[in-house]
């Protein structure tokens, strides 16, 4: 017998209907799915989707959840890190400029760590952050929905949406995503950053700009997110973030 079977006959025969004892086989095949994912060639782990992917990506988001489809919508057209799009603050959005920028008065960015908390973001990180113009559909949408006025992610207590919570509501929608024929691991909301940079320079950004939007303190960090797309995907690029004039 199998340690799987052995889990799954154990909470069958003592624990099945038990309030708030789930099977533990259940999490043994996720644990394993994460280590194999985890451990893949690297070739494999940077996979990210190509432009005409992502509408497919956001429309199973938007039949799982609203907070997977309004997280990868920003993931996708800022490139920011999972925890600094947790972060992110209403007074934050420069909604005339399309920007999020702390230097509108309200005091440094944060990210939100694995616990849940907030932390200030290292200073290097402070620039501000570009965005398209179609994004704003979704923030506006999400600001009439709001359980906080601080936070743009938040619980319905008002506190800011844990990493964990965030990326288990990604999951489901990247799992949906995957029966629409979006390969599962392209669909890694870090690979949002790999796509962000590769597009960026064929639509005319400069190395500072792209390692100001994307937070990289020197170019060998950025240059590990650069991977080579045809030419006609640039025209694709307003969908991701826009350049202020």
Known sequence: MTLKAALNWYWREHAEGVE???NPQQRVVLALERAKRRYQPRSIRKQHLLPEQVPILLEAAQETSPLAHDFLAVAYRTGLRR?????LRWCEVDWERCLLDDGTG???????????????????????VRFAPILLT????RLKVRNSDTWIFATASGKPVNPRN??????AARRRAEKKGIPFEASNPHAARHLVRSLAPLNGWSPAEIRAQLGHASGAMDRIYEH???REDAMEWASFTGRVQ
């Open 20 to 22: 708030g004892f789930p």
């Open 83 to 87: 925890g600094e799009i947790l972060g």
């Open 138 to 141: 979704v923030l506006r949408e």
């Open 228 to 230: 080579a797309l045809p």
């Open 166 to 171: 965030a990326s288990r509501a990604v999951e």
């Open 106 to 128: 309200c005091g440094p960015r944060y990210q939100i760590d694995v616990r849940g908390q907030p932390a200030v973001l290292k200073s290097d990180r402070h620039m501000p």
